[in-house]
């Protein structure tokens, strides 16, 4: 079965600086990679997400990720946080089963905060 | 836009009440699901549907029961509501890509 290692519960940055939340996952093929984010009080909104190609991907809000086979690792990155980043964040992968459908599992989260 | 809305943001019920949580979704998805969030916990997935009266238990279906009978619309339901399920539950569509909808916070008195 497949599960999903978010290791940061919380983690606080300066306004301005660089950001790497953590996510490493177990899965036995290719899998099916996803981040979202959920500000309090809301559901979760998609920043990006990996099938296969090309292994850095780009997402809304200035964030990228960069899937990594030999680490089963995703981070998402962002080079410079704005005060509106803070939120939690989660970290999910897809496994196809039958008929093509897919069943996501997810991670603890990652809640963000920022610092002026 | 795909857009899933669900009927509450907010419930309060109390133990031993049926609870109806409703999920809409306007994209045609044949795949729609229910999940309950608690802290520390992330998402867990409850029950999941493939199509119209199709439905299949997630992780953790254990007093909840689901119907489907129009494509665009899934329901949870809880049919004696206990405080152990005091919850945000959050309902998604889509295949490849999940959808959420805002989420209803329920608290079961």
């Known amino acids: 079965a497949q599960s999903v290692t978010q290791p940061d519960i919380h983690i606080t940055v300066s306004e301005g600086a660089s950001l790497e939340l953590r996510c490493n996952y177990s899965?036995?093929?290719?899998?099916?990679l996803f981040w979202y984010v959920q500000s309090p009080g809301q559901g979760l909104q998609l920043l990006l997400k990996y099938f296969s190609g090309d292994t850095l991907v780009q997402g809304i809000k200035g964030f990228e990720a960069e899937f990594k086979r030999s680490q089963s690792s995703f981070n998402l990155r962002k080079p410079s946080v704005h005060w509106s980043d803070a939120a939690e964040y989660f970290c999910a992968v897809g496994a196809v089963l039958n008929f093509g459908n897919e069943k996501l599992t997810f991670g603890t989260g990652t809640r963000l905060t920022i610092i002026p | 836009d795909v857009k899933v809305t669900q009927s509450s943001r907010y419930l309060v019920k109390r133990t031993g009440e049926k609870v109806f949580l409703e999920c809409v979704q306007d994209?045609?998805?044949?795949?729609m699901f229910w999940y309950r969030q608690d802290p520390g916990l992330g998402l867990r997935l409850i029950y999941f549907s493939y199509d119209v009266k199709m439905k299949e238990k997630g992780d953790i279906p254990e007093g909840y029961s689901v119907s489907r009978e129009k494509k665009e619309r899934f329901s949870l339901i809880l049919e004696s509501a206990s405080t152990n399920q005091t919850s945000m539950y959050l309902c998604a569509s889509g295949k490849e890509t999940q959808y959420f909808g805002p989420g209803t916070r329920l608290l079961v008195l």
């Open positions: 994209m045609d998805h044949e795949n």
């Open positions: 899965y036995g093929a290719t899998p099916y």
